[in-house]
Nanobody, 121 residues
């Protein structure tokens, strides 16, 4: 099985910064892409940022220029550096990985449990 564990959430004032981390472990053959999603109360889960195995990135328009996604040297980790945070960034942030597992060499989506980010005004 595959597990994704997020960390780094918390409470921060508007204009502040946070860095989220996500580590994948388990029966991993390779990770094709990783991404961060968020879900605010009463809203649908939305893509925040994603990064492919080759390093290509994609961002939601609402976070461009403020958030940066990156992968660790081990490639099983992904980070989200969040600067100039706004109250509307408040949400539960989830990590997702497109993972090829060693058991079947099949690909599937795996999610972390989420980490709360709260930005106060």
């Amino acid at each position: 099985q595959v597990q994704l564990v997020e960390s780094g959430g918390g409470l921060v004032q508007a204009g502040g910064s946070l860095r989220l981390s996500c580590a994948a472990s388990g029966s991993i053959f390779s990770i094709n892409a990783m991404g961060w999603y968020r879900q605010a109360p009463g809203k649908q889960r939305e893509l925040v940022a994603a990064i492919t195995g080759g390093g290509s990135t994609n961002y939601a328009d609402s976070v461009k220029g403020r958030f940066t996604i990156s992968r660790g040297n081990a490639k099983n980790t992904v980070y989200l550096q969040m600067n100039s945070l706004k109250p509307e960034d408040t949400a539960v942030y989830y990590c997702k990985g497109i993972v090829v597992v060693t058991t079947t060499l099949g690909s599937g989506e795996y999610w972390g449990q989420g980490t709360q980010v709260t930005v106060s005004s």
